[in-house]
C-alpha cells in the first residue's frame, strides 16, 4: 500500500494522457521537411518528455542549437494544429484522481499554458490546484520544474510524491529530493526507470488512492 502524501505532482505525457500519436505525428509532420534519416513512432516515443531539442539534435546531422530551436518552432504550431485529437486519457487517470486526497500540480516538459489548455479540454484540471510547466527554465531530467511546483504550492520536498512515466522524470524526481511513483503503462522504458530506484511502482494511477484500488500496486521493477 502506498502511504498519503500531502503534495502530488504529475507528468502529464505518458502519465496522464496517451499522447504520442498526436505528439509523434507533429514531430514526423516537421522531420519530412528536413534532411533527417528516417526514425520509427517507437523510437520517437523515446524522446517524449524530454526537450525536443534532443530529439532534432539527435537524428538530424549537423543540428544547431539554433536550428534545433527553429524546429521547436515548427513542431508547436504543428502540434497545436492537431487538435489533440488522437489524445486520450489513460485509463485509470480520473478515477484515481478524484479518489486522491492531497493538493496536486503537475510536473511537466510542455510549457504551463499549453498544460493548462491541453488539461481543461481533457477534463482533468479541475484535480489540480496548480499547473506547472516547464518555462524558460532546464527540463527534465534536471529537477527545476519540480522544485518550481514546489514553490508555488509553499510545500518542501519531503511532502511530495512525483508520479511520471519516464526515466528523466525518475531522475528529476531524485534530484529535487521528493519520493517517485513510476507508471507502467507509459512510454518509458522500465529497466531505464529502475536505475532510479523508484520508491513506487504502479500498473494504473488508481492504486495511488487507498482501498479499494489497492490491488493497482505494483512491488516490483
Known amino acids: ?16 494522457l496517451d499522447s504520442a500519436e498526436d505528439i509523434c505525428g507533429a514531430v514526423q509532420q516537421v522531420l ?11 523510437y520517437l516515443k523515446t524522446f517524449i518528455g524530454l526537450h525536443l531539442n534532443d530529439c532534432f539534435q539527435e537524428v538530424l546531422p549537423h543540428c544547431t542549437l539554433e536550428r534545433a530551436h527553429e524546429l521547436v518552432e ?3 504550431g504543428l502540434y497545436r494544429g492537431r487538435g489533440h485529437q488522437r489524445t486520450r486519457v489513460f485509463p485509470g487517470v480520473c478515477e484515481g484522481l478524484a479518489a486522491l486526497g492531497g493538493r496536486k500540480s503537475t510536473a511537466t516538459t510542455k510549457g504551463s499554458p499549453s498544460s493548462r489548455a491541453i488539461l481543461e479540454q481533457f477534463g482533468l484540471l479541475s484535480y489540480f490546484e496548480h499547473v506547472q510547466g516547464t518555462d524558460g527554465f532546464p527540463s527534465k531530467p534536471a529537477p527545476d520544474v519540480i522544485l518550481a511546483a514546489l514553490a508555488a504550492l509553499g510545500a518542501k520536498p519531503e511532502d511530495c510524491l512525483f508520479v511520471g512515466d519516464s526515466p528523466a522524470d525518475m531522475e528529476a524526481g531524485r534530484r529535487a ?3 517517485t ?10 529497466e531505464e526507470m529502475a536505475r532510479f530506484n523508484p520508491d513506487y511502482w ?11 484500488f489497492d490491488s493497482y500496486v505494483s512491488s516490483a521493477s
Request: hydrophobic letters at 35%; aromatic letters at 12%.
Open 177 to 179: 529530493g521528493v519520493k
Open 32 to 42: 519530412e521537411t528536413t534532411e533527417a534519416r528516417p526514425v520509427t513512432f517507437e
Open 74 to 76: 515548427q513542431y508547436r
Open 181 to 190: 511513483c513510476a507508471v507502467r503503462y507509459g512510454y518509458g522504458n522500465p
Open 202 to 212: 504502479v500498473d494504473d494511477l488508481r492504486a495511488l488512492a487507498p482501498s479499494p
Open 1 to 16: 500500500m502506498i502511504p498519503s502524501f500531502p503534495v502530488y505532482l504529475f507528468d502529464i505525457d505518458g502519465t496522464l
